[in-house]
């Protein structure tokens, strides 16, 4: 059997002073090091494309990780970005076109918080270097509280409005606050993404569903171990 991971990350940074949810945040030198002990432990960095293909082929040569992080904040950009470039891996960004620029509308009353995201210069940049640009809509809705006209629209304009900045087809999708249904989910493969991670946790196995991708989350109580545990044993 495959052994394969998606890992989630949201911010890297330091949480700042009173922010309501700061397992959200990964220390900068605690990220360093993660992506430090998948390569000493020989994992191989790739795509989300190629991890789906090589689970399905059954490929059993190499640990396989897939690098996922949500709402696509600046923080990526000023601490993850250099580190990924180091180690050469790929990663997945998933960003809110409809608030590129601008900062975390969705939840920054109830963080206490605003936390600025990436604009579209820095975006493009980080698309021609490894970085895949994936759609977490146009402004973060939760896509089981609104209408079907309402989740067509989030999913369909965020795509098109991403591939008109990148001049690259956007596969792949992520649920924002990782709640979806089967009309959901339905909807994104009726919109022409490829795939779709979910916040449910777990490995990748074969067979599993595009649409419902799990991962394995990484959190600010994520400490050494508890990040090599969640590697190498089943999560």
Known sequence: MSNAIILMYHNIGKPPKGVETPNLYVTPRMF????????????????????????????????MV???????????????????????????VFVTPGLMGRDNEWDSERERVKKPLMDWTTVSEINKNNVTIGSHTMTHPSLVDISIHEVVRELIDSKKEIEKH??????????????????????????????????????????????????????????????IHRLHRKY
């Not at 989300?48 to 190499?62: A, F, G, N, Q, Y």
């Not at 897939?66 to 580190?83: I, K, Q």
């Open 166 to 227: 990148i001049n690259q087809p956007v596969d792949l999708f992520c649920y924002p606050y990782g709640k979806y249904n089967d009309r959901v989910r339905d909807e994104v493969k009726n919109a022409g993404y490829a795939g779709s991670v979910s916040t449910l946790r777990g490995s990748v196995t074969r067979p599993f569903d595009p649409y419902g991708l799990k991962r394995v989350p990484v959190k600010l109580t994520t400490n050494p171990l508890s990040f």
């Open 66 to 92: 897939s690098l996922t992080f949500d709402d696509g904040y600046r923080d990526f950009y000023e601490n993850a970005y250099p580190v990924l470039n180091h180690y050469e891996y790929s990663s997945t």
């Open 32 to 63: 360093r090091f993660q992506m430090w002990y998948l390569k000493w432990a020989g994992f191989s960095v790739m795509t989300l494309p190629d991890l789906m293909h090589r689970v399905r082929e059954e490929d059993k040569s190499s640990r």
